[in-house]
């Protein structure tokens, strides 16, 4: 599982990177990009501070500019890889409270999918949202990042 969820979140990583990328590279970004983004990396940030059982730095619905979304994106890979290094059994059930302050609980498991899967949602929104402005579309399919 370890392995799996490396491999994944090197994925994640290289996708969100592309978008970064694509973003500095163009002269303005949509609020729409911007707050999709924001999104990513606040969701991110959250959920593995609820793993680590910290305080969150940022907010959910936080607009960070374009300039910061690296670093940002950096810290959170950086957070999950230590998270999926240190995990001894991925069933481990996790306590948390949501941003309404309701208690859950989940597996570490399903909390680290929520990341990916959350992230590949929003990268689908903000491509709807680049083929509005004419960008061409990313190419960011796991075979081809594979190959």
Known sequence: ?????????????????????QCIAMETVSEETISLFSCILNTHHIWNSRILKVAPTYTLKQIHSVKEWGDIHYENQRSSFEITSNADDF?????????????????????LFHIINFSTQHRGKIEVDFNKIGVDPLILDFALYKR
């Open 1 to 21: 599982m370890k392995a799996f969820f490396n491999q994944i979140f090197d994925y994640n990583f290289y996708c969100n990177k592309k978008i970064i990328d």
């Open 91 to 111: 069933e481990d059930r996790i306590d948390y409270e949501n941003s309404e302050g309701r208690l859950f609980t989940n597996t570490l498991q399903d909390m």
